[in-house]
């Protein structure tokens, strides 16, 4: 076993012109020549900067048929950069990269890695991970709570960033008016998974014969479905098919206030669709042979045939088009996720054959 310890910093800079402001050419009305803004800049952008304390051990078993790692760390950013959106009153709606206070990440990694059979003609092994990474906001600076984009938003002492939609007040209750149900606002959840376990296998028979196998999940995080909302508005989306059937007859009879506000085209709302986007998948399965050496032809050193699907299962009770399927969030410090007619993680496969000389 070895224990270690560390603390360290680090930095992370904007882009060159980042702080500028910039027009890009456009044309006017009438064909004349324009000028639209481009980037919006802030002259007192800087760097933000980050200081991480972290511990734990490595550690082996059983001749290393059993290996162990664990880390748990702090981290806290400074002056972090993120893309806001500015109020759209001032002429811009494009967002702006700030500095914008203080943040907080903690969590911990564990890795276990065992050899269940080791034997000249059968090899199995078996592993996984655990790791948790919580964020908060510790200081939001003094322009206050921050508006990242989806109605993802930063507010101290919350997950960076938490989606706030509106839902319905009482969702298992009948309303006295079913045709105006009370809404309000509320915090949903933090917009990325704090969890995340991944499960892996491989038996080999003969050194020649290889079964790999590797899942992952993600937990603890929420995702609007905008491909489900709207749908719902265009009396589109299955499952509520009976429950509009009976809404566009007038009978609003037996139905609650959540299932009115999840499926009436006029009032469901974002968050009516806003679920938790826990998941685990079915990421990679390959088979793999390694020619033995006496069937090899002519000058052949060592061939070998793979095979390999990915992404071919998914277990989740996300009612959109794939928990992973997010618009935008993929940006250079954008923090926001939304799910919005976007195509999810394509399942593909491949088959190779690889041969030296």
């Given at each position: 076993?070895k224990?270690?310890?560390?603390?360290g910093?680090?930095?992370?800079?904007p882009?060159?012109?980042?702080?500028?402001r910039?027009?890009?050419?456009?044309?006017?009305?009438?064909?004349?020549?324009?000028?639209?803004?481009?980037?919006?800049?802030?002259?007192?952008?800087?760097?933000?900067?980050?200081?991480?304390?972290?511990?734990?051990?490595?550690?082996?078993?059983?001749?290393d048929?059993?290996?162990?790692?664990?880390?748990?760390?702090?981290?806290?950013?400074?002056?972090?950069?993120v893309?806001?959106?500015?109020?759209?009153?001032?002429?811009?709606?494009?967002?702006?990269?700030?500095?914008?206070?203080?943040?907080?990440?903690?969590?911990?990694?564990?890795?276990?890695?065992?050899?269940v059979i080791?034997?000249?003609?059968v090899?199995?092994?078996?592993?996984?991970?655990?790791?948790?990474?919580?964020?908060?906001?510790?200081?939001?600076?003094?322009?206050?709570?921050?508006?990242?984009?989806?109605?993802?938003?930063?507010k101290?002492?919350?997950?960076?960033?938490?989606?706030?939609?509106?839902?319905?007040?009482?969702?298992?209750?009948?309303?006295?008016?079913?045709?105006?149900?009370?809404?309000e606002?509320?915090?949903?959840?933090?917009?990325?998974?704090?969890q995340?376990?991944?499960l892996?296998?491989?038996v080999?028979?003969?050194?020649?014969?290889?079964?790999?196998?590797?899942?992952?999940?993600?937990?603890?995080?929420?995702l609007?479905?905008?491909?489900?909302?709207?749908?719902?508005?265009?009396?589109?989306?299955?499952?509520?098919?009976d429950?509009?059937?009976?809404i566009?007859?007038g009978?609003?009879?037996?139905?609650?206030?959540?299932q009115?506000?999840?499926?009436?085209?006029?009032?469901?709302?974002?968050?009516?669709?806003?679920?938790?986007?826990?998941?685990?998948?079915?990421?990679?399965?390959?088979?793999?042979?390694?020619?033995?050496?006496?069937?090899?032809?002519?000058?052949?050193?060592?061939?070998?045939?793979?095979?390999?699907?990915?992404?071919?299962?998914?277990?989740?009770?996300?009612?959109?088009?794939?928990?992973?399927?997010?618009?935008?969030?993929?940006?250079?410090?954008?923090?926001f996720?939304?799910?919005?007619?976007?195509?999810?993680?394509?399942?593909?496969?491949?088959?190779?054959?690889?041969?030296?000389?």
């Amino acid at each position: 076993m070895k224990l270690r310890g560390a603390y360290g910093e680090s930095g992370r800079a904007p882009s060159a012109f980042a702080a500028i402001r910039t027009y890009e050419s456009t044309s006017g009305d009438e064909g004349e020549p324009a000028v639209t803004p481009g980037n919006i800049g802030d002259p007192d952008l800087g760097p933000e900067r980050s200081r991480e304390f972290e511990g734990g051990f490595e550690a082996s078993f059983f001749e290393d048929r059993i290996s162990a790692s664990f880390t748990a760390y702090r981290q806290r950013t400074y002056d972090a950069l993120v893309n806001v959106q500015p109020t759209p009153s001032n002429g811009f709606t494009d967002t702006q990269l700030r500095n914008v206070g203080e943040f907080e990440n903690r969590g911990i990694e564990f890795d276990l890695d065992t050899d269940v059979i080791r034997t000249e003609a059968v090899t199995w092994r078996l592993g996984g991970s655990y790791s948790t990474n919580f964020t908060e906001a510790i200081e939001t600076g003094p322009s206050g709570d921050i508006y990242v984009g989806w109605n993802n938003e930063i507010k101290e002492g919350e997950p960076v960033p938490a989606v706030y939609r509106d839902v319905v007040k009482n969702p298992d209750q009948i309303p006295d008016d079913p045709q105006n149900v009370e809404f309000e606002e509320r915090n949903l959840g933090a917009s990325y998974a704090p969890q995340t376990l991944n499960l892996n296998t491989s038996v080999t028979l003969w050194e020649d014969l290889t079964l790999e196998v590797l899942g992952q999940g993600k937990f603890g995080h929420v995702l609007s479905s905008g491909t489900a909302y709207q749908n719902v508005r265009r009396e589109k989306w299955p499952t509520c098919n009976d429950i509009q059937a009976q809404i566009s007859n007038g009978d609003y009879s037996g139905l609650t206030a959540g299932q009115i506000g999840r499926c009436d085209p006029d009032q469901t709302t974002y968050g009516m669709w806003t679920r938790a986007a826990d998941y685990f998948k079915l990421r990679s399965l390959s088979l793999q042979y390694r020619v033995p050496d006496q069937y090899l032809p002519g000058r052949l050193r060592n061939a070998s045939l793979r095979f390999q699907g990915r992404n071919l299962f998914t277990i989740t009770d996300y009612p959109g088009l794939d928990p992973e399927a997010f618009e935008d969030g993929n940006r250079p410090f954008a923090l926001f996720r939304q799910e919005y007619y976007n195509l999810p993680p394509v399942r593909s496969f491949t088959f190779t054959l690889k041969t030296n000389f």
